[in-house]
């Protein structure tokens, strides 16, 4: 499954790219913004308000077509624990209209550190899942967003308690150069 996975996403990524339109370049940017999440498990937690931060780069595709490539550091867990992700989504993105704009695609998430070595030892090193949300960039090159991301991967390296996996909501801000 796995395997599939990221086949499927070098894929999809390298495919958007070589569509993109010669005419326009590649838009760097910067985001960051609020993390509430938690875990999807048969353990009754609390969420937790964490933080993400990063860069992306947007590529114009056909018509109202664009692809999103970011490389975020993501703070996500429930109250009682916590793990920080470099995240890697590759959006495909839909403008409805001018600056607002649909995303969907998938999500690869590196584990770069957690609350505890329990935690650590007890978590995978690799997550992935599916992320959707909206965004409205302005023409000044800010812009606005909302993502909800879904956990596809058991994280937990234990047979036993269930599978955990990984919900968060992303509200931010950033920057479009």
Do not use: W
């Not at 770069?112 to 959707?132: F, I, P, T």
């Not at 967003?145 to 047979?159: K, P, Q």
């Amino acid at each position: 499954m796995k395997k599939l996975f990221f086949s499927a996403l070098a894929v999809m990524a390298f495919g958007f790219a070589a569509q993109a339109q010669e005419d326009e370049f590649p838009i760097v940017g910067v985001k960051a913004g609020v993390n509430l999440s938690n875990f999807d498990s048969d353990a009754d937690t609390d969420g937790a308000t964490g933080f993400y931060a990063g860069l992306s780069l947007d590529m114009a595709l056909k018509g109202h077509f664009h692809f999103q490539a970011e490389m975020l550091y993501s703070k996500e867990g429930s109250d009682k624990e916590s793990i920080s992700y470099i995240r890697i989504p590759a959006m495909a993105k839909y403008y409805f209209t001018e600056g607002l704009n649909i995303q969907l695609g998938p999500v690869l998430g590196a584990r770069v550190d957690a609350e505890n070595k329990e935690v650590r030892q007890g978590s995978k090193a690799l997550d992935y899942g599916a992320a959707a949300g909206l965004s409205y960039e302005l023409r000044s090159g800010f812009l606005i967003d909302a993502r909800y991301y879904m956990g596809l991967e058991d994280i937990s390296r234990h047979d036993e308690g269930g599978k955990v996996k990984n919900n968060c909501i992303q509200l931010g801000i950033g920057y479009r150069f």
